[in-house]
Nanobody, 119 residues
Framework: QVQLVESGGGLAQPGGFLVFSCAAS????????MKWVRQAPGSQRKLVAT???????TYGDSVKGRFAISRDNSKDTVYLQMNSLKPEDTAVYYC?????????????WGQGTQVTVSS
């Protein structure tokens, strides 16, 4: 079917930056809205950002002005630029995509990648 493979993330100092990408592969017809979601230990899952196929974006309040989501439809890839990082950004980050395949519309998830912001 479809696989979403995340790259990037890792360790950064407060005030630093990290970049994520998430590339879709496999058998599919089209990709609709794409999202980044994060979850810290012992906390609820939170929406980070979304981007439509037409590049309309939304952000969670805690990351507005610091993070930027974008996509390249020709590469079936979504990106997340994370600037001015704070310790509160420490979490596992997952990419998500609404994908049209031969099996219909389905939600797919990346493998999850740790982001740690610490001095």
């Amino acid at each position: 079917q479809v696989q979403l493979v995340e790259s990037g993330g890792g360790l950064a100092q407060p005030g630093g930056f990290l970049v994520f990408s998430c590339a879709a592969s496999g058998s599919f017809i089209s990709i609709g809205i794409m999202k980044w979601v994060r979850q810290a230990p012992g906390s609820q899952r939170k929406l980070v950002a979304t981007v439509t196929r037409g590049d309309l974006t939304t952000y969670g309040d805690s990351v507005k002005g610091r993070f930027a989501i974008s996509r390249d439809n020709s590469k079936d890839t979504v990106y997340l630029q994370m600037n001015s990082l704070k310790p509160e950004d420490t979490a596992v980050y997952y990419c998500n995509a609404d994908v049209l395949s031969l099996w219909g519309w389905s939600d797919y998830w990346g493998q999850g990648t740790q982001v740690t912001v610490s001095s």
